[in-house]
């Protein structure tokens, strides 16, 4: 088969220290090799690390980048909440998609090529957001895959006319459902009834769960029982699950077995979790992000994500996965190889496993999918935060980052 371009010396991640060649034909790859010869268009990457796109699998782009107009004093999830919900009331479809494009297209210099995005859906914004994603969702599908998560971030039983947008948007395609119980007056309802539309559409649920450090109550028992009797093994993923991080190891392994058994996948969101948790403390601050390196080896499904992107929520964001397994590296204390190598994997094989992608890994038959970090492993990715230089999606180019360079003596 006549080949159109062919990646040499590549090292593709989880595979290191093996140099190959991946050949790629219609947008495909086709070949793995040691050597490949042939006469394509190619580039020699030295060895350099290959991963198969960054996947994000909680991000909100339609929120991102309001800091201009809301305030963040308290630095306290209730306000990000309040100063939000204010500020959605003035959102207009286009404001939304102006916004969102931004972020996205940072994201996309960063290598990520797959993300679930969460769109709040309620009375005061309708549909604008998922309208708004919608559009850029295949605008650019030719550098990253979106799935859009439509959620009622200010509760549903609580706020009458909520639950007939949601059912509207699956009906216009919406490609999973989310929940927010812990802003509802009736979680347990709360839960339930997103179960039910998840039922009737055949959608995987991703909830917003546990985002705090009172480890007195949880909603994460309800969502791993609703899992097991509805038969949702594989498909159901909760999100920050901060309390966990203030769970002693006994209780902590009992909550490992329950999620483990129960099938739920674990996202943490270090950026926001260490932004927002613990703000009553005046010292000793805690660092409330969940212990996703300790669920991994019960054989729980974590990822590490982005979640938001300056506003009030997370004032801070370049939209770079690597920086977040770095950062929850950090805050986790990992630093040995193994265990900086299953950082990068919660930014790129685990997340795709948490969204159940098919197609995701550089493998003969898959999408011509690459980021070439400039690093030669994972651990290394993750230590030196290593820069993406380039991209291909498809087997098409999708952005170029060349590397800095000194300039000695100009
Ligand atoms: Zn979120």
New binding site residues.
Partial sequence: MALDFVLRNACIAGQEPRRVDIGVAGGRVVEIASRIDADADGEDIDGRLVVPGFVDT?I?LDKSCILDRCSSREGTLAEAIREVAAAKRDFDEDDIYQRARRTLEKAILQGTMRMRT?VEVDPRVGLKGFAAIRRLQQAYAWAIDIEICVFPQEGLLNDPGTEELLIEACKQGADLIGGCPYTDSDPAGHIERIFAIAREFDLDIDF?LDFDLDPSWTHLEEVCRMTKTTARDGRVTV??VSKLSSLPPGPLAAMTTRLADAGVAVTV?PS?DLFLMGRNHDHDVPRGVAPAHRLLGSGIVCSIAT??VLNP?TPFGDCSLVRMANLFANVAQLGRPGELASCLDMVTTLPAELMNLTNYGIAVGNPADFVVLDCKDRTSAVAELARPLFGMKSGRRTFVCPPARLLHGA
């Fill in positions: 909680h909100h969460h917003h999100g920050h969101l926001t979640n938001n929520f």
